[in-house]
């Protein structure tokens, strides 16, 4: 069973960066679209970036284009969200998730199937 863990959160100043990872175990990753997720306080939980399994093709909300950066290396079974510029209102938990046949910010959350991890936890404050 495919196992996630995401680290590489913590506290930030604006316009800083941090690089997120998502290490999988259990299973290999190279089979699976993942998305990145985040959750602040108060607010529903929204779609940051995802990648196919293959890597080829990735997407990005609006709020973190040109900001963000998506990328995995499969033969490290890890997908990692490079962030840069970042603002307050990046602060929240972010999730990764796993989907073998799902893709996108409404397609995995909506697979029973999928894998989450626990979360890690981004603030961005002065």
């Known amino acids: 069973q495919l196992q996630l863990v995401e680290s590489g959160g913590g506290l930030v100043q604006p316009g800083g960066s941090l690089r997120l990872s998502c290490v999988a175990s259990?299973?290999?990753?190279?089979?699976?679209?993942i998305g990145w997720f985040r959750q602040a306080p108060g607010k529903e939980r929204e779609g940051v970036s995802c990648?196919?399994?293959?890597?080829?093709?990735?997407m990005y909300a609006d709020s973190v284009k040109g900001r963000f950066t998506i990328s995995r290396d499969n033969a490290k079974n890890t997908v990692y969200l490079q962030m840069n510029s970042l603002k307050p209102e990046d602060t929240a938990v972010y999730y990764c998730?796993?989907?073998?046949?799902?893709?996108?910010?409404?397609?995995?959350?909506?697979?029973?199937?999928?894998?989450w991890g626990k979360g890690t936890l981004v603030t961005v404050s002065s």
């Open positions: 259990g299973s290999a990753l190279d089979s699976y679209n």
């Open positions: 990648i196919t399994s293959t890597g080829f093709s990735t």
């Open positions: 998730a796993a989907s073998r046949n799902y893709y996108g910010f409404r397609s995995i959350p909506s697979d029973a199937l999928a894998y």
